[in-house]
């Protein structure tokens, strides 16, 4: 059973739930192969029973490799694929103090439905999704991140026996 998994970190906290999350599933028999999208070639991804895409957020977007990289991905319809996200809390302007507005609070939050538009329009399904937080827009990784990666490595590692191609 394995898992091939992509990530767009810019800052290293990416990489780090990455990581976490491949010594996860290691203790459960299940190899992970992790690789920036940078070092990935999205038409050509190894043979996995699951995948996972992870990008960091930016103005509302996954960064712009994510985007790209997702954009190009080549998979069988029905692929099944999960999201493991990082994203920070919008936080109060500098000089007023004032909290972004509902609007850009909601667009902030957009970096998985958009990842999910762009994999769902490839015929993929997603199993599973989440986000862990960093504390300030570039990091660290809230506290208690690792039980986090953890509890999802439990829902996706069953997962994993699903898909058969
Ligand atoms: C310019 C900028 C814009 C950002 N925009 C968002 C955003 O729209 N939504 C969000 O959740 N996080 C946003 N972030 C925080 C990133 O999600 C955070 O830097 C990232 O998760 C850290 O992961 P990495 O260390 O793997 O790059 C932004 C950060 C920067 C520097």
Redesign the pocket.
Known sequence: MSITYCHA???????AVAEHFTQAMAAKGITVDVSHVRDADPRHLPRADLYIFSS??????PIGAARRFLRKVQLPPGTPYALLT???TPQPDKKTGEMPSEESMAR??R?RPIMTELLDAKGLRKVAEDTVQ?TG???PLEAGWEEKVDAFADRVAPLTGLHRS
């Open positions: 970190s810019k800052f290293g906290n990416g990489a960091p957020g930016r103005m509302g977007r990082t994203a920070s902030w939050r970096v960093v827009l570039k990091g």
